[in-house]
């Protein structure tokens, strides 16, 4: 009742009030009402019928689901269709992993079922133990616990006098993405991988154990993809063109993405098993876990025997797309997207997320049934197959990548959510809009915006004793109103990958956490509906806060009629970028130098154990000055072009006549895809934005300024030579971009 | 052999050389001839023999080693007696702590004897799980999980709105010393106390557990003191006087460093059982141990019983004293000292330094029958009823304090001992003297001296990744061959803490290890000769090199006819100090603001779970400008004083005539007692060293400028600024001393 007295007022105003503050009260207006239509209780409806049945890709229930969205789209007066591929993707039809030898073991690699929760009622059968693109393969070797099984494992093994080559390793969860793990693994002559989840990371010593508590139960498993990320993802069979019916495919063999020794992940009850039986050196105090075991390297003396076969055939997979045309500027497109297969029941990953946009949806069509229409084109993409590395997305964004490289303003993504505070990745020139949007949607736990929560959590959060330089930075500025709270770069591991990795589209993700997550379930058979009311959004109100928040978002950018970047904002986070890689280069130089003293005084012998074994590491070389001159008068001429274009929008943006409207937003509008030019990374083109990426050896973290920071730490020095000028004159097109639109502003 | 050559040579130079120059080559003749005669086989036998049945105070083989040590004392050519002391010292009647409720549990209390091991072959009773002087008593009340039982962790349960009024506390060993855990937990409102060791510490996590390897057993404990060291060690009935038979003594009842409320340590084993029945808050993060639970906090819902009577009659307790009267200089004591009474056998604790300072013993007593004899009187010391608070050593140095003042020129410390590198912690002005004889010694496992050792060691630690900022300046001056490597300053734990804390003599400790420790058997009865032998120092060359370490610098102290301090060591650590103390209290103050806007903003509230209950930080108040001028004034002077003395020192020295030679020695024999005036710290006179004390906060670890940093870190300004005052007079002293020193070089 109250809501509509206000929308009498606004209907007043309107009529009289000048353009900028007309389009502020309208989209004021529009977001009550359509925060009124979030209800929590809808959305825990629909997760129940979406995570009733497990939701793998080829599954029965992720199709089911699949039409369920589009009949709901349809419903709600979306212009709506499925839009198919075909896609290679590996179901496994054996699969085993034993302690040879005289006391054989045999791993479960099946989760039981939990009595009053979906994983007991359900009649469809979920996943056994499995990894999506591991290499089909049979071996028998001795076991190596490689600790997170990342590069700087390596180098320690090798001080350990420890080899993979043979080996089967077993590496636990964490500290990097799992495909990086047996990528590694091979690549250092390693025939097989085990990957298990320590009770330190997600098990008992986080909380109590599922159903007693949200953590990881003795043998609850992480299932997910190892297809090589870091090359592209999507259909392994198309890299760069859409996987349709007849698409001209790669050969199976020459994919380079499928990865070539043998996969499994296991409980922690099950690797207890394997692990108690390693010899060797007891492993660096940074390797271990929280077994009641004393952690060993090996190799052996346990003999392992792994062996795996899938079936490897394409399968068809369904992205439900909706579309509602803008009435003033349809041919500018808001993309907005979450994935609706999972690896079982997935309530958390990513039903959660989906519940919050199909809200969102219904809400958007029933403002539409009201009378409204958005400015410029809505889409909802409800993606399939982004479990096995992306795949409805990317195939999606492939088939249409020319239109949305003239049209798309923004894709904006949503995965699991949880309870607690604000996360949001994504371009900065999208901060600011970011904080205006967090400064007025309201916390259901405490009743302030998200902003202020999210502002004290940081700051709380650097009052720590042992708080990070990161947070510490981040509480200065957040502690500060008059300043936006910063925004994480985005990396990969998401829908939005190929919107601004490969096409250089400007991208947000955005979620809530912290106090309430599914890690403890992460990809496993216990991610579902009782366990997500339970313990990660009791009632909802969360996910129902993520409708809300990603829907003002949606609706900002929709209809604001100036164009909503920040350039200052990009250029700080640019600046902050170059002051890192610039450190970087610096302390490897230091580093460098350190170590070749010490190898020149045999300090690494005299340091070392003599009852041990211990290998020398490998001298870094010497590190060269590199040249930073361009990029960082690129950066200088950045913040002024950025500080002259965001002065001249403030002052000049809201009276601007038509034609010069739009053409300021032209010129806006792909602003973004100048820092995304054809030649792509070194070693791998199709990552084509020199900003953001997710790391070569990260997986899904991001690495900024990539070109120049990753080849920085490879030492790859005539790479880091190159692509800081090619970075350098990618922000100087961004620049000349901005000129443009700030002559437009200026122009009398 | 070979030796004899070399001697002979020496013998032909003698005659010949100048004063400095045959005071050197003396040295490196006597030392030569003094490391032939440490033979590692010797040091294996005396162990065998010592470890063989337990040790602690009033068992009848503590007095039977006594005894036996002053036989050998005497047959090497010792003037020796036995020095005896009546203390009291409660012994274990009877004890228990239970779980009740519908579970019942009893924590077992005893080590179960390992085969093949002295704890199953020997006749005499171990004590049963203790700790001394704690308060008997007879409690039932909820089990409250307190961490390590420290200070801070008292900040966070009250952050978790967690009480431990009314309740038995566990605390987990490490952290900071084990009597402030009942002590704090008593100031709280607890009324009972239990320590256990948990396996994260010194169990499996850190390797394999005794007998399969070096580490903790499940069912093993750590007995030990809780007497309140932070008043003063030794005697609780005599404080500041020696407690012979007819002493005056304190009312048991008045005796300060007893604590009131039972307390038991027990071993991970029975603990795990106790803290999975806990309920309440999850423990957080950095509380975690490696048990296979979910750690929480309680309080309850399990009660604990627990029970602990004692028999608290005087015991007699037999400090073993060698004296050797010097031949130039006899009233200048060179005090040397390591105890010889055990928790149990202490194989490693104490009795691996106890069999180095025999070997010297023997080996400067063989020297002495071949015609040699030092210049200063030397005393070595084998100190009983360490264990229980150092209690051999007080009252010894209580009983001699006015010749002690006198004549001490320095006390050299040793106690446990284990493979690996060179440990040395003591008076600064000492650093150069450790430095110089650390070249010469030889490391057996390397065969560099073990100052190149260390230097290696303490640069590679730097190395690492996560290498804090104390070692990497550590290794800045380490990788200089020009600057002496760093000592560290010594706080408390052993029997130099009368001597430098009380007295203000300047002592050293020094040991080896970090490869091969007894850590995982510290005060249990599994720290037995077998122990020791397989996996602390195999071939007992580690103890023989303590040997020749201790050795060489007794001698050098001996035999030099220069004082050997070097005051830019003790200056250059003293400003060290003063920087970290002026930071600290900046600190202070920022984050006093800092909390002051979060308590303002009701960050704490927002950024807090409201599922979870959590109550606000006390407010920090407001941190003062302190008046350091003084302070740094004297610092300043200091520095001057200093490189004037050293200077005049190293250019004049050499040729002194004998009045001003003897002039200059007393007056450099008694300098650092200038920095120990009688006022004491704040709240505990007893301790009156200005420069170095054990933390009242931390029982063991050194507090440096410790009147004015602890008055900082406790917010007591007055007593910060007093302390900074009264220091810098102190340090004027010293350096008045140091001028007065200067005159005597320079005078023509």
Same mark, same amino acid.
């Given at each position: 009742m109250r809501l509509l007295v206000l929308l009498t007022a606004f209907g007043l105003l309107w009529t009289t009030a000048t353009g900028a503050a007309t389009n502020a009260l309208r989209e004021t207006e529009v977001e009550h009402k359509f925060d009124t239509m979030i209800h929590p209780s809808e959305l825990r409806d629909w997760m129940k019928l979406l995570a009733s049945e497990p939701n793998h890709v080829g599954s029965p229930h992720d199709r089911v689901n699949a039409n369920q969205i589009l009949s709901w789209f349809k419903q709600w007066g979306w212009d709506a269709r499925i839009e198919r591929y075909w896609v290679l993707y590996p179901t496994p039809l054996s699969e085993s992993f034993e302690l040879a030898g005289t006391k054989p073991f045999k791993a479960t690699l099946q989760e039981p079922p939990i009595p009053g929760d979906t994983s007991a009622t359900a009649t469809e059968p979920a996943l056994p133990a499995y990894v999506a693109y591991q290499g089909d393969g049979d071996v028998t070797a001795p076991l190596v616990y490689v600790n997170y099984g990342m590069k700087d494992d390596y180098k320690t093994l090798q001080r350990l006098g420890v080899s993979v080559k043979g080996a089967i390793v077993i590496a636990r969860y964490g500290g990097g993405w799992r495909g990086l793990k047996p990528k590694l693994a091979y690549q250092h002559g390693a025939v097989g991988c085990v990957i298990y989840s320590d009770p330190n990371n997600d098990g008992y010593a986080v909380d109590r154990t599922y159903p007693a508590g949200p953590m990881r139960p003795p043998r609850g498993l992480q299932r997910g993809s190892v297809s090589d990320i870091s090359l592209y993802p999507g259909d392994p069979l198309t890299p760069g063109i859409p996987a349709t019916r007849n698409a001209r495919r790669l050969k199976f063999s020459a994919?380079?993405?499928?990865?070539k020794i043998p996969t499994l992940p296991i409980s922690y009850a099950d690797a207890q098993v394997f692990l108690a039986a390693l010899g060797g050196p007891v492993a660096p105090q940074s390797w271990r876990g929280s077994l009641p075991i004393t952690y060993h390297v090996g190799p052996g003396p346990a003999l392992g025997h792994l062996k795996v076969k899938s079936d490897w055939s394409l399968r068809e997979i369904d992205d439900v797309i909706g579309v509602i045309r803008g009435s003033t500027w349809p041919e500018q497109w808001v993309v907005r997207g979450n994935h609706h297969d999972a690896w079982v029941f997935g309530a958390s990953d990513p039903l959660s997320g989906q519940v919050a946009l199909l809200a969102e949806a219904k809400a958007i069509g029933t403002l539409l049934k009201g009378g409204w229409r958005p400015k410029r084109t809505i889409i909802y993409a409800s993606w399939d197959a982004e479990e096995p590395m992306l795949l409805g997305s990317t195939e999606w964004t492939e088939a249409h990548a020319a239109d949305l490289r003239k049209k798309a303003v923004l894709y904006l993504n949503s995965d699991s959510n949880g309870r607690g505070f604000l996360q949001v990745a994504g371009s900065h020139d999208f901060q600011h809009l970011v904080n205006q949007v967090a400064a007025k949607v309201i916390d259901p736990e405490t009743g302030v915006p998200i902003a202020q929560r999210l502002r004290a959590h940081i700051r709380v959060a650097a009052f720590e004793p042992d708080a990070s330089e990161h947070i510490k930075e981040g509480a200065k500025v957040a502690a500060d109103p008059e300043r936006d709270f910063p925004i994480e770069p985005l990396g990969s591991g998401s829908d939005f990958s190929s919107f601004i990795d490969h096409l250089g589209v400007p991208a947000i993700d955005v979620s809530f956490g912290e @106090?309430?997550?599914s890690r403890g379930v992460y990809?496993?058979?216990? #991610?579902?509906f009782e366990h997500h009311s339970r313990f990660v959004d009791p009632g909802f109100v969360y996910d129902a806060l993520l409708a809300k928040t990603a829907g003002h978002l949606v609706l900002q950018v929709a209809d604001q009629d100036l164009p909503v970047q920040r350039a200052s904002d990009f250029a700080d986070a640019v600046e902050d970028y170059l002051e890192q890689v610039e450190k970087l280069a610096d302390e490897e130089r230091d580093r460098a130098e350190t170590q070749s003293g010490l190898l020149q005084d045999r300090a690494f012998q005299l340091a070392a154990d003599p009852t041990k074994s211990s290998g020398l590491p490998s001298p870094l070389g010497r590190v060269p000055h590199l040249e930073f001159a361009a990029l960082e008068n690129a950066v200088d001429r950045l913040h002024r072009s950025a500080t002259a274009y965001d002065q001249a929008l403030a002052k000049? *943006?809201? #009276?601007?006549?038509a034609p010069k409207l739009e053409r300021l937003q032209s010129l806006m509008l792909?602003?973004?895809?100048?820092?995304?030019? @054809?030649? *792509?990374?070194? *070693?791998?083109?199709?990552?084509?934005n020199l900003i953001y990426a997710p790391g070569a050896f990260t997986g899904y973290d991001a690495k900024t300024l990539p070109g120049v920071r990753e080849a920085i730490e490879d030492h790859r020095w005539n790479d880091a030579n190159r692509y800081a000028r090619i970075t350098a004159e990618a922000i100087d097109r961004y620049s000349d971009r901005l000129d443009q639109a700030t002559a437009v502003l200026n122009a009398k």
């Amino acid at each position: 009742m109250r809501l509509l007295v206000l929308l009498t007022a606004f209907g007043l105003l309107w009529t009289t009030a000048t353009g900028a503050a007309t389009n502020a009260l309208r989209e004021t207006e529009v977001e009550h009402k359509f925060d009124t239509m979030i209800h929590p209780s809808e959305l825990r409806d629909w997760m129940k019928l979406l995570a009733s049945e497990p939701n793998h890709v080829g599954s029965p229930h992720d199709r089911v689901n699949a039409n369920q969205i589009l009949s709901w789209f349809k419903q709600w007066g979306w212009d709506a269709r499925i839009e198919r591929y075909w896609v290679l993707y590996p179901t496994p039809l054996s699969e085993s992993f034993e302690l040879a030898g005289t006391k054989p073991f045999k791993a479960t690699l099946q989760e039981p079922p939990i009595p009053g929760d979906t994983s007991a009622t359900a009649t469809e059968p979920a996943l056994p133990a499995y990894v999506a693109y591991q290499g089909d393969g049979d071996v028998t070797a001795p076991l190596v616990y490689v600790n997170y099984g990342m590069k700087d494992d390596y180098k320690t093994l090798q001080r350990l006098g420890v080899s993979v080559k043979g080996a089967i390793v077993i590496a636990r969860y964490g500290g990097g993405w799992r495909g990086l793990k047996p990528k590694l693994a091979y690549q250092h002559g390693a025939v097989g991988c085990v990957i298990y989840s320590d009770p330190n990371n997600d098990g008992y010593a986080v909380d109590r154990t599922y159903p007693a508590g949200p953590m990881r139960p003795p043998r609850g498993l992480q299932r997910g993809s190892v297809s090589d990320i870091s090359l592209y993802p999507g259909d392994p069979l198309t890299p760069g063109i859409p996987a349709t019916r007849n698409a001209r495919r790669l050969k199976f063999s020459a994919a380079p993405t499928i990865l070539k020794i043998p996969t499994l992940p296991i409980s922690y009850a099950d690797a207890q098993v394997f692990l108690a039986a390693l010899g060797g050196p007891v492993a660096p105090q940074s390797w271990r876990g929280s077994l009641p075991i004393t952690y060993h390297v090996g190799p052996g003396p346990a003999l392992g025997h792994l062996k795996v076969k899938s079936d490897w055939s394409l399968r068809e997979i369904d992205d439900v797309i909706g579309v509602i045309r803008g009435s003033t500027w349809p041919e500018q497109w808001v993309v907005r997207g979450n994935h609706h297969d999972a690896w079982v029941f997935g309530a958390s990953d990513p039903l959660s997320g989906q519940v919050a946009l199909l809200a969102e949806a219904k809400a958007i069509g029933t403002l539409l049934k009201g009378g409204w229409r958005p400015k410029r084109t809505i889409i909802y993409a409800s993606w399939d197959a982004e479990e096995p590395m992306l795949l409805g997305s990317t195939e999606w964004t492939e088939a249409h990548a020319a239109d949305l490289r003239k049209k798309a303003v923004l894709y904006l993504n949503s995965d699991s959510n949880g309870r607690g505070f604000l996360q949001v990745a994504g371009s900065h020139d999208f901060q600011h809009l970011v904080n205006q949007v967090a400064a007025k949607v309201i916390d259901p736990e405490t009743g302030v915006p998200i902003a202020q929560r999210l502002r004290a959590h940081i700051r709380v959060a650097a009052f720590e004793p042992d708080a990070s330089e990161h947070i510490k930075e981040g509480a200065k500025v957040a502690a500060d109103p008059e300043r936006d709270f910063p925004i994480e770069p985005l990396g990969s591991g998401s829908d939005f990958s190929s919107f601004i990795d490969h096409l250089g589209v400007p991208a947000i993700d955005v979620s809530f956490g912290e @106090e309430g997550d599914s890690r403890g379930v992460y990809h496993s058979r216990y #991610d579902t509906f009782e366990h997500h009311s339970r313990f990660v959004d009791p009632g909802f109100v969360y996910d129902a806060l993520l409708a809300k928040t990603a829907g003002h978002l949606v609706l900002q950018v929709a209809d604001q009629d100036l164009p909503v970047q920040r350039a200052s904002d990009f250029a700080d986070a640019v600046e902050d970028y170059l002051e890192q890689v610039e450190k970087l280069a610096d302390e490897e130089r230091d580093r460098a130098e350190t170590q070749s003293g010490l190898l020149q005084d045999r300090a690494f012998q005299l340091a070392a154990d003599p009852t041990k074994s211990s290998g020398l590491p490998s001298p870094l070389g010497r590190v060269p000055h590199l040249e930073f001159a361009a990029l960082e008068n690129a950066v200088d001429r950045l913040h002024r072009s950025a500080t002259a274009y965001d002065q001249a929008l403030a002052k000049k *943006g809201s #009276d601007l006549p038509a034609p010069k409207l739009e053409r300021l937003q032209s010129l806006m509008l792909t602003i973004d895809q100048t820092l995304a030019p @054809e030649i *792509g990374l070194p *070693g791998r083109p199709w990552y084509k934005n020199l900003i953001y990426a997710p790391g070569a050896f990260t997986g899904y973290d991001a690495k900024t300024l990539p070109g120049v920071r990753e080849a920085i730490e490879d030492h790859r020095w005539n790479d880091a030579n190159r692509y800081a000028r090619i970075t350098a004159e990618a922000i100087d097109r961004y620049s000349d971009r901005l000129d443009q639109a700030t002559a437009v502003l200026n122009a009398k």
